[in-house]
């Protein structure tokens, strides 16, 4: 909740922000395990989604 407050009036700049995130945790997962990596799907909702279906208290 605390980034929902933080990104309150902004909430481009807070998917932006994730979505920075998951692009560095996608290649360091990557860098670890090459071979079988989590389905991007799921990094999606982990990283973005929430962000998409919560409101701003």
């Known amino acids: 909740m605390t980034l ?8 481009v700049a807070l ?3 994730l979505g920075g995130l998951l692009h560095d945790a996608a290649g360091q997962l990557h ?4 071979h079988d990596g989590p389905d991007p799907a799921q ?3 982990r990283f973005l989604g929430w962000a998409l279906i919560c409101r701003s208290t």
């Open 43 to 45: 990094l999606f909702d």
């Open 31 to 34: 860098t670890l395990n090459p």
């Open 15 to 17: 998917l932006i922000h």
């Open 4 to 11: 929902l407050r933080e990104y309150a009036h902004d909430r």
